[in-house]
Structure formats: C-alpha cells, structure tokens
C-alpha cells in the first residue's frame, strides 16, 4: 500500500488512528503505550502484507532472529570475543539476506558476462523495503554492540520499530539510538497531531500533483527516440525528472513525518531544499539525509573514516560511495552513479574545493545543480548505453529544437516554474503573517485545498477508458 | 518548508508550552474529512459500469486466502477504491479542467487543437517494417500481374490539419513519406487520398473530432478517384448521404476526457441498390442483408455502424451486373467506404490483416478475381506489421 492511494487514506488510516487512540487503558500509562505499540505493530504488519503477503513471514523472522541474537550478544558481556562472534553473524546474516534477494541476480549476471558463463540466473522479486528495514536492524545491532544503546528486552517494542508503517517501505531510515526511548514513551498531543497533518498534507501534495504531473512530461520525453531529441527538449525532460525524484522521495519523506507525529513520533528530517546546495558535499547534507547520515556513521567512520591519513580516507570515501550506488539498485549504472559522487566528493575534497569556495554563491549553485542533473541522467536511464544516448542528445547530437519543443515548454511553463521555485525553497521564507495562530489558520486552509486537489488528482490517476475501437 | 528542527534525540523535552486553540480544529477537521468520505464511500451504491470510460468498474472483491496469498485481492480492492470513489466522473472532469488551465494540450496520445477538435499523434514510422510491407506488396503485384491493382493510403487529420496544432506543436510533413511509398509501389494505380480530400469544399466535414477514423465524407471523395482511376463508371448524383446518429463521442474523446464534445455519423449509399447484397461473415458464420448495424448505434462505438466492427474476412456478394469481383486489404478506414463499391463489383472479398489467421492462398484459389485494393491510414499503415505474413502466404 502506498499513501497517496485511496485506500490507505479512506480505509486503512482512519480505523488504526481510531484504535491507536481509543481510551482502553486510560489510567495505566505502561499498558497504554503497550496497547499504543501493539496496534501499531499490528496495522503496520497489515500494512507490509498488503503489498508483500509472502514477503511478511521473511521479515517477522528476520525481526525474530536478530531479537534473539542481539539479546545472547548482551548476554555474553563477560567474554569479548563469543560477544564479537555473535555480533559478527548477526551482520553476515543481513548483509546475506538483502544480498541473496537484491543482489544475487546482478552478481551473476555479472559472473556470467566475465567469464561467458551461463549460470541459471534465478529471478527473485525484490521484498518492498527490504533495503530500508534491514539498515534500520542493522543500525540497532550496531548500536547495541558499540554501547550507544541497551538491548531492547520487549519483542513488541522491537518489532514496532522495524515495522512502523510510516517508515517502512521508503524511509526515512531511523537509526535505533534516536528513537530508543520514543518506543517506551513519547508525547502525543493535539500540536504534534496537527503538526503531522501538516507535514502530510504536504507530502501527499509533492507527490501527487507535482511529482506525478511533472513525471508524465519526463516520462513522455523519455519515450521519444533520442536519435530525434531536440537538446532542449532533451534538457527540459532530464529537468522535469530532476523535480520529479525530488517531489517523489521528499514528499513520501514528508508523509512519513508526519504520520509519525499523528503516532506521536519524532523523525529525522530526510530532505532540505537539495537543489540549492552550494557544493556536491552540501547536497548530500541535504538529500536523503538519513541515508548519508547511515552511511557516515556505520560505514565511513567505523572504516576509519579520515583519521588513517590520506590515502586511506580516499579509499574509505569510494567504498562508501561505490556502496551507497549499489543501495539504490543493483544495477551498474547506480554503481557509476555512485562512484561519480564519490569521485567528486575526492575532487572537491582534495583538488578544487579552496577554488569554488572563492565563487559568487549563484555561480557554485548551479555548477552544483549542473553536476547533479547529469549525476540523474545515469540515475533514470534503464542502461549505461541509453544514459550516453541521452547526453548525447542534451549536448546537441540531434540538433537544438524538435518539433515539440515549443510545445513542451509552453504548455508545461506555469507548473514547471511553480515547482522550481517551491524546490530551490523560494517559498520558504514567505512572509504569510506575524501572527503565529493566524499564521497557522492560513497554512490549515492553504493545505486543506492542497489535500483536496491531491485527491482528485489521486482518483483521476485511475481514469482508464477502454479504447474499445483502436483499430 | 521543510522540517528544520533538529532530530529527535538532540532534543530534550520542553516546558509545555500553550498548545494554540486552532490545533483542535485542525484536527477535527482532518478526521472528520476521512471519517465522511470513507462513510460516504460505503454509504453510496457501487456503480456497474461507468459510460464515460465504456469499461465494467471494480466491484467489492471476495475475500478469499488464496486472493490474499496472491495479492489479487490487494490490487482489487484498491482499484474498487478508485473505481467506486464518490463523485468520481466528477473529479475526473475537474481534473482536465484543471490540467488544460495550467496549459496542457495533450493527454495520452490526443492533441487538443486550437479549434477545439481532437487529433491523433502521429504513429513514428518503423522504417524496416514499413519496407518488408512494401516489399510483400510488390511481390505480390508481381504474382497477380493480370490484376489491376490499386492502393489507397489516406492521410491522417494531424495531416490535414497541422496548421490547427497548439502553440509551439509541429509534426512531420508526411507527404515526403507518402512519396516515397508511392515510388515504391510503382506497379500499383496510386489513388492520391491528399488530392481528393482538397476537392471537398469544408475540410472540416473530413474527420470527426472525436475520433480517430475520416468520415463518409472524406471516404466519398477518395472513392470518387478509384472510381476515375478504374472507370467503374459511378456518378455522385447516384448516392445520398443520411445522418444516422449526432450523439457519438469516439475514441480520441475518451482517451481525452472530453465528454462534451459529439459529432454527426453519415452513411453513404447508392440510391437505388439498397439491400441488393449479401454480406457473410467466415469466421462468425453469420449472414446479413446490410452492411450497416443498426444496433450499433445503441452502444458506445457508433462507428462499428459500418460493417459491424473489424472482422478477418467478409465476404459480400452482390447482384451487380458486372464479372468484375474485388479483394481488399484493409484497415477500419474502409469500413464506411465499403458501401459505396457494392454497385459495380459482383463479388467483394474484404480482409483485415491484423485479424486474419487463414492462407492467403486459399481464398485466392477460391476466387477469380480482377481487382486488388489496399486500402489503409497513415497512421495504422507506418507500423503495421500484419499485412506483410498474409501476402507472403498467397504463395
């Protein structure tokens, strides 16, 4: 199930936040949070099978086995190295899992390329988020391990950070330390409720009207022939899909937050205005937060991070980099996609990063941007010779203009600029009010027509007429 | 407007301050909008079917394990969600009122045009098959050399009316394309479509504006210069025109959304042979005395008024007093056009390609014929892929 459907938002959302907050056990607050925790497990558990009805059972036994190995892990706090031991298989275990079911078909259709071999290659269907709640086990595995964090004695308690349905299927990914002592209690109240429908209705609007409308004009390009693409045309449709990632991945991260403070929980922020970052280091402090965040502290920084002097620390920096391509598919263009960002971070980090200090910051923006929407081309393309087909048409190979051209530009001018000016966060510090409760009544209204409009939108996705007489 | 306060566990928890009166009301107002749309979802019947889109909706799917296992049931009942939202047919319009305010002129395959009517986007041209069709044809002409043999290729409204395209659409001129079709088939007696549809004196009368297919109108014309090119001897006096529907919404309006727009169907007829044929249908086995379906006209697809729809072989045999009999290659452009041969052949053996599975051969044993049509539009004929195999099995 995903948010921005009909059926999360009219059948599954208002019967759980009913039973979450149905005064059962009012006067006890340790059955309470039991109670509160338990419907959320439950809907959340719902809510993976609903899109994963088999996939389910791999993951309550992944919760299962990782419980029970961190706990004999503590229990064995007298003897460093069966602690170590544990420790080390509860590891291998994840890193197995995801590899066996996200990576096996790559790695042996790699194999099987190198050496001409013809290996059966077993085509598994990937389990929705299985990148997403293996990183949040891993991340409560190491944190248990390093001493950051006690072991969680309540299997309930476990299971409902893995599973929360807010989080679960596209992130943020929430690092275990951070939200330790929420799963035992947190404050719910009508500010933080409100606060997440806020945060909701604006993600629910980044997805549905500008990430989905914009979407169909890249996808529209993208199916033209590139042989044929105008370069401006190529550059309008690349721009399109630029805002598009950005509205998808920023708005379901919104959803999420907000969801979870309707839970009474307290995210990470995932995004924040990537597309005006001053330099590649300063983007990846503002897209997909929780990733890089994972990244640095259970990757880079146990790796040594730049304290093992310089050569190491480049190493350190592409293995993290080759890494956080691989995450996002297995597939060899998000590796180069990755190795990409990992060499320019070098780059900036080594060779010419005193220099574009020096720059007027309009000028590091949009080399910035620049290096980030070629970084997308590799990203959205379906194979490394379609990516350099469709550079190759941005950089003019099949001339300037197409007869679509004009029209795309035109038609696509009022959203397109909306969105641009929304992303690079030309909004942000609009002036609505001094007042802060009439400040507040102001962003309900506005957000009570964006919710409105994202729904039909939403219902108007499913218009499908039956062309009954093509022919 | 994103979340810039600090994660979670930097922060240690506040003195409570006072939480604003509003929050109550927003939150009031949130649920309470869930709680009456999903009441009014299960308040308000579940519709069958929906006419705008001519497709059966979702209905409440059992709840079954197996479908659970499989995830059909899942899929189902999120598309009986949409299906059945309330209002839904209005919140579709709303939605292309929205979407053409902010500027687009085309959804899915349909351009809007600025005078209003619907044109198809251009099918791009597959150049290797449109060769290996064009080569079947000329070894076909060369096996049946005694034949006369004669192709109709008609343009397209986004031919005709490329002028009237949105601001900033251009599309390919065609006509070096139709050229080269035409160089190519240098056996074949070329009837050029583009020159008979200049003679009609309102252009706009060509094509229907909400769909894809020419009118009677545009198929007259052209049939007026087969008629020049093969000395049938027809005169136009000789047939009338009479409207048989003002109400019919095609194709291209539903793929658009516009529900608003309707146009007129017309049907040509010789004016004295009326029902002086037999039209039988191989593969239904069935038999009628016309070539018109009134009954068609009752549902959504009012053009399958012409011929009863696509069909891979129809035999018409007629009792024109004439030894000439023809076989026709055709698309869904000759089904309106196919009335106005029937005084001057004594036979007509129509096959659609895309539909036909049979030899080719047998029904040329079958038959004696002394003339070959292939009748197609641009748009289907760039990227057809079945006339090719059903020449190449004549033998």
């Known amino acids: 199930m995903i948010f921005s459907s009909a059926a999360f938002l009219f059948a599954f959302l208002p019967p759980v936040l009913a039973l979450y907050y149905l005064p059962l056990f009012r006067n006890r607050p340790q059955t309470e949070i039991f109670k509160k925790n338990l419907v959320l497990c439950i809907a959340s558990l719902i809510f993976y099978a609903w899109g994963e009805p088999i996939y389910v059972i791999l993951m309550l036994l992944s919760i299962y086995f990782n419980f029970t190995i961190v706990r004999d892990m503590e229990h064995e706090r007298r003897s460093p190295r069966r602690r170590k031991r544990l420790f080390i298989a509860a590891i291998l275990f994840n890193i197995l899992v995801l590899g066996f079911f996200k990576y096996f078909g790559f790695l042996v259709g790699t194999v099987n390329s190198v050496f001409s071999l013809h290996l059966p290659v077993v085509k598994l269907a990937l389990p929705i988020g299985i990148s997403f709640y293996t990183f949040q086990i891993l991340s409560y595995v190491i944190d248990v391990y390093s001493g950051k964090c006690h072991v969680q004695k309540s299997l309930l308690n476990f299971a409902t950070y893995v599973t929360m349905f807010p989080q679960l299927i596209a992130g943020p990914i929430v690092q275990y330390g951070d939200i330790e002592m929420q799963l035992r209690a947190r404050r719910m109240n009508r500010r933080k409720f409100t606060a997440g429908i806020l945060f909701f209705a604006r993600g629910l609007g980044k997805k549905v009207i500008f990430a989905n409308t914009i979407g169909a004009v890249y996808t529209e390009i993208a199916a033209l022939d590139p042989d044929n693409l105008g370069a401006v045309t190529a550059w309008f449709g690349i721009l399109c899909y630029t805002l598009q990632i950005y509205f998808d991945f920023s708005g379901y991260s919104d959803m999420a937050i907000g969801l979870g403070k309707m839970f009474g929980f307290d995210f990470v922020q995932n995004f924040n205005f990537p597309y005006a970052a001053t330099s590649i280091k300063d983007f990846w402090k503002r897209w997909h937060i929780s990733l890089s965040t994972w990244f640095r502290d259970y990757v880079y920084i146990p790796l040594g991070g730049n304290r093992k002097g310089t050569p190491r620390t480049i190493l350190n920096i592409l293995i993290v980099w080759t890494l956080t391509g691989l995450w996002h598919g297995a597939a060899w263009n998000f590796v180069a996609w990755g190795a990409y960002y990992g060499l320019l971070l070098l780059g900036e980090k080594y060779i010419y990063g005193k220099a574009l200090e020096k720059l007027p910051v309009i000028v590091r923006r949009i080399i910035t941007l620049f290096i980030v929407v070629i970084g997308w081309v590799f990203f959205s393309a379906e194979s490394f010779p379609a990516a350099a087909q469709y550079l190759g048409a941005m950089f003019g190979g099949a001339g300037i203009f197409d007869g679509m051209t004009r029209y795309y530009l035109t038609a696509n001018l009022l959203p397109f600029t909306l969105m641009s000016c929304s992303a690079l966060g030309m909004f942000r510090s609009f002036p609505i009010s001094k007042n802060k409760d009439l400040r507040l009544v102001l962003q309900a209204l506005g957000y009570a027509v964006v919710f409105a409009i994202s729904v039909v939108c939403l219902v108007s996705d499913s218009f499908n007429p039956f062309l009954y007489f093509r022919f | ?395």
């Open chain 2, 1 to 395: 407007m994103e979340n810039r306060r600090p994660p979670a566990a930097a922060r240690r928890p506040a003195a409570p301050s006072k939480i604003p009166a509003i929050c109550i009301w927003i939150t009031a107002g949130f649920c309470g909008v869930l709680l009456l749309i999903m009441a009014l979802f299960w308040i308000t019947p579940d519709r069958a079917s929906s006419e705008s889109e001519n497709r059966v909706l979702q209905q409440r799917p059992k709840f079954t394990l197996s479908a659970v296992a499989d995830g059909s049931f899942m899929k189902d009942f999120e598309t009986y969600m949409t299906d059945q939202f309330p209002l839904r047919d209005g919140l579709i319009g709303f939605h292309s009122f929205l979407s053409e305010f902010t500027g687009a002129r085309k959804q899915q395959n349909v351009i809007r045009a600025k005078t209003g009517r619907l044109i198809e986007a251009q099918t791009p041209v597959n150049e290797d098959v449109l060769n290996e069709t064009l080569g079947a044809i000329n070894a076909f002409k060369k096996k049946n050399a005694d034949l006369q043999q004669a192709f109709l290729l008609a343009p397209n409204a986004s031919d005709l009316f490329a002028g009237d395209l949105p601001y900033g659409m251009r599309m390919d001129d065609r006509q070096e394309t139709l050229t080269a079709v035409k160089d190519t088939l240098k056996g074949l007696t070329w009837i050029s479509a583009s020159n008979a549809l200049k003679t009609v004196a309102e252009p706009e009368t060509l094509y229907y504006r909400t769909d894809h297919h020419w009118t009677t109108r545009a198929a007259f014309a052209c049939f007026l210069a087969l008629n020049q090119k093969w000395k049938l001897g027809a005169k136009e006096s000789t047939f009338a025109f009479y409207p048989v529907t003002d109400s019919f919404s095609g194709t291209l309006a539903s793929s658009y959304g516009d529900h608003k727009l309707k146009d007129t169907i017309e049907i040509c007829v010789p004016k004295k042979s009326k029902s002086t044929y037999i039209a039988e249908y191989a593969s239904q086995q069935r038999k009628t005395a016309s070539l018109f379906e009134k009954d068609k006209l009752a549902q959504k697809n009012q053009y399958e008024v012409f011929l009863g729809g696509n069909y891979d072989k129809v035999v018409i045999s007629t009792v024109a007093d004439t030894t000439n009999t023809l076989l026709l290659f055709k698309d869904s452009y000759a089904n309106c056009f196919l009335p106005m041969l029937t005084p001057y052949f004594s036979k007509i053996v129509v096959i659609d390609p895309r539909y036909f599975s049979d030899s080719l051969s047998h029904v040329m044993e079958e038959n004696d014929f002394t003339h070959v049509l292939f009748l197609y539009n641009l748009n289907t004929f760039l990227a057809d892929k079945s006339l090719a195999p059903v020449l190449q099995s004549a033998g």
